[in-house]
């Protein structure tokens, strides 16, 4: 996936009311810039960091800059754009990189299923076989190349966990997929320290057959792209 259109490099000054980030650009001049992420973004969005914007000309549009990409810790980038993960990860799937879910037929997007939810991705094999796919972004990195996820309590996600696991109740396949937005992050953990009640549940849908696996993503301010399966490590419960 590439951007639409070259990045432009900036400052963050700070981020406010979660949809809204003042940015300087080399130039001198304060931008304000749509945040496409409603989560915490806990430690992608440290003070004086340098970020990249992309810039419409659409006149219509409130903000003209959206922020796409920021450097963490001076050495790592970071998508905050959570538009991006399901479309990263769909593409991977359809271009046969995610070796565990190659060999279907055919792949649909936001797909109705559970209680008033929608799949990221359903799967269909040749036999009518299912496989539910449920994309989570990964942004948290915290020390030695852990990623962990949530960053913030989720109610929601623990929701999908179990909507999950009543599929493989049903018959089906169903895979949680962490979709790791971050050069840093070598593997992945449930974040217990943050929300122990979504830890728990990951562990116990496991034990119901659904699968958990993680890819990073390869970053750059031309585009991103799924690049390698990076390790799923399941914490102890204190």
Same mark, same amino acid.
């Given at each position: 996936?590439e951007?639409?259109?070259?990045?432009i490099?900036?400052?963050?000054?700070?981020?406010?009311?979660?949809?809204?980030?003042?940015?300087?650009?080399?130039?001198?001049?304060?931008?304000?810039?749509?945040?496409?992420?409603?989560g915490?973004?806990?430690?992608?969005?440290?003070?004086?960091?340098?970020?990249?914007?992309?810039k419409?000309?659409?006149?219509?549009?409130?903000?003209?800059?959206?922020?796409?990409?920021?450097?963490?810790?001076?050495?790592?980038?970071?998508?905050?754009?959570?538009?991006?993960?399901?479309?990263?990860?769909?593409?991977?799937?359809?271009?046969?990189?995610?070796?565990?879910?190659?060999?279907?037929?055919?792949?649909?997007?936001?797909?109705?299923?559970?209680?008033?939810?929608?799949?990221?991705?359903?799967?269909?094999?040749?036999?009518?076989?299912?496989?539910?796919?449920?994309?989570?972004?990964?942004?948290?990195?915290e020390?030695?190349?852990?990623?962990?996820?949530?960053?913030?309590?989720?109610?929601?996600?623990?929701?999908?966990?179990?909507?999950?696991?009543?599929?493989?109740?049903?018959?089906?396949? #169903?895979?949680?997929?962490?979709? =790791?937005?971050?050069? &840093?992050?070598?593997?992945?953990?449930?974040? $217990?320290? *943050? @929300?122990? %009640?979504? #830890?728990?549940?990951?562990?116990? =849908?496991i034990?119901? &057959?659904?699968?958990?696996?993680?890819?990073? $993503?390869? *970053? @750059?301010? %031309?585009?991103?792209?799924?690049?390698?399966? =990076?390790?799923?490590?399941?914490?102890?419960?204190?």
């Amino acid at each position: 996936m590439e951007f639409p259109t070259p990045l432009i490099e900036g400052r963050l000054l700070k981020r406010y009311k979660r949809f809204l980030a003042d940015i300087e650009l080399p130039s001198g001049e304060v931008v304000v810039a749509h945040c496409p992420n409603t989560g915490s973004m806990k430690r992608c969005q440290q003070e004086n960091a340098r970020v990249w914007l992309s810039k419409s000309d659409n006149p219509k549009r409130k903000l003209a800059y959206t922020w796409e990409l920021v450097e963490v810790d001076e050495q790592y980038l970071a998508c905050i754009n959570t538009g991006y993960p399901n479309k990263l990860v769909g593409e991977a799937i359809a271009n046969g990189v995610v070796e565990e879910l190659t060999g279907y037929v055919e792949q649909k997007a936001e797909v109705k299923y559970g209680e008033k939810s929608r799949i990221d991705w359903l799967l269909t094999g040749g036999d009518g076989q299912k496989c539910y796919v449920e994309v989570k972004n990964v942004t948290l990195l915290e020390e030695d190349g852990i990623g962990y996820f949530p960053d913030a309590v989720t109610d929601r996600g623990r929701k999908h966990l179990y909507e999950l696991a009543n599929m493989v109740a049903e018959g089906h396949r #169903a895979v949680m997929f962490f979709c =790791v937005s971050h050069t &840093g992050i070598d593997s992945v953990t449930p974040a $217990v320290h *943050i @929300d122990k %009640k979504y #830890a728990q549940a990951c562990m116990e =849908v496991i034990e119901k &057959g659904v699968e958990v696996i993680a890819y990073q $993503v390869a *970053i @750059d301010t %031309k585009g991103m792209a799924v690049a390698r399966s =990076v390790p799923v490590k399941m914490p102890k419960l204190t």
